[in-house]
């Protein structure tokens, strides 16, 4: 837009980057941002700065940390038999919020998606089988997509030739959730991975 001053224009770009942000919520963001105070964008661009300079990955689980290693890795309370694997980053703080494990985790920065290249050397595996002990439980916390399942199933071959416990997380229906709207691969997963009551 020409009516638009470059350096408004170049903010509604970089907005609209992020994830779930689309060129109309970039613009309402831009604007705002414009129309407050000056202390508001002084600190939005503060606490950007101060998270790329302080935020880095755990040497252990490669979660993000500002302390190396992490504070549930430091944890002498958590239980280091119990190895959540998750996908990225983000998964850990979706299963800190519940307060219903405690254990620790690892993070491999992705998924396996031969298409794109990206094999087990892309991924944090090496990582995982170094922290291995004779007795570990691990629990594959992959997303449900293709990938999320590929990377699941290559887990499962390479850990199950270990000394350890490979368990994938229960899926199915969601509490609330009616039958008539469930798609019907989640009815089928519900049907296979169904419990004794």
Known sequence: MHSIPKSLDVLIKEFSRLPGIGYKTAQRLAFFILN??????????????TLKERIKHCTKCHGITEID??????????????ICVVENEYDIFIFEKTNAFNGKYHVLGGVLSPLDGIGPEEINVKSLLDRLKAGME????????????????????ILNEKDVSVSRLARGIPIGGDLEYLDDATLIRAMEGRTSI
């Open 36 to 49: 407050s105070k000056y202390d508001l964008a002084l600190n939005l661009s503060n606490s950007l700065k």
């Open 138 to 157: 691990i629990i594959l916390a992959t997303n449900s997509s293709v990938e999320g399942e590929t990377t699941a199933l290559y887990l499962s071959k």
């Open 69 to 82: 290693p992490c504070i549930i890795c430091s944890d002498i309370k958590r239980n280091d038999s119990l």
